[in-house]
């Protein structure tokens, strides 16, 4: 029996006993339930450890991983544009690199204890799952798509100035260098504020004099 069991491009059920998986070409989205058994609480396969999910694939279902509690690694294509919620809950990932094509994410989509570190694009930073302190995940990735001043700002509030730091060119634009300087003063990151006004002063502020007032 084919461990895959496919239906117009979806798959369907894993039926394998494999630990590493290739998911086969020509899918295009995992179905919701697709590694574990919606009739048994969900019971995730557990001997799953890795997942290398092809290009072609745009979307995961609800559940799709769910309760695979061995599942560490899972290498996601350029070609993805949704994770719907529960996912890849109460698994074991640590690291994901999220593609830059990734438009929806589900709050609920991981487990976020287990979430270490989350890259997109260009930005690496740390999940943060406390009462007083989370930090909502699509939130920072919607705004790095569309305001960035915004996803520094939720960064610095969760204490990630360092994240913010390693990758600061990634925020900055000729339009934006004064807000974000404005952000860092008031989040008090100081560090980021010395970096960014010396950037603004490299690049943004001077112009050529005679350049400006040439006839």
Request: a positive charge; aromatic letters at 12%; glycine letters at 4%.
């Amino acid at each position: 029996m084919n461990a895959f069991e496919i239906k117009d491009n979806i798959l369907i059920k894993y039926h394998g006993k494999e630990e590493y998986l290739m998911i086969p070409d020509g899918i295009t989205r995992i179905g919701e339930y697709a590694f574990c058994n919606r009739e048994s609480l969900c019971t995730g396969i557990r001997q799953i450890k890795g997942v290398y999910i092809p290009e072609g694939v745009v979307s995961i279902g609800y559940s799709a991983f769910r309760n695979c509690y061995n599942l560490e690694r899972v290498s996601l294509p350029e070609s993805l544009v949704r994770i719907e919620s529960f996912a890849f809950r109460n698994t074991n990932i640590k690291e994901l690199a999220f593609p830059d094509n990734l438009r929806y994410l589900n709050d609920d989509a991981f487990y976020y204890p287990c979430l270490k570190k989350v890259s997109y694009r260009g930005v690496i930073f740390s999940p943060v799952y406390e009462c007083y302190a989370r930090l909502n995940i699509s939130h920072v990735m919607k705004s790095l798509r569309t305001d960035k001043v915004s996803a520094m700002e939720l960064l610095l509030q969760t204490g990630q100035e360092q994240a913010v730091i390693q990758s600061y060119e990634k925020f900055i634009s000729r339009k934006n260098i004064d807000r974000l300087i404005q952000v860092a003063i008031e989040q008090k990151a100081h560090e980021l504020q010395l970096i960014l006004t010396d950037y603004k002063y490299q690049h943004c502020k001077f112009q050529d004099i005679g350049e400006k007032f040439k006839l």
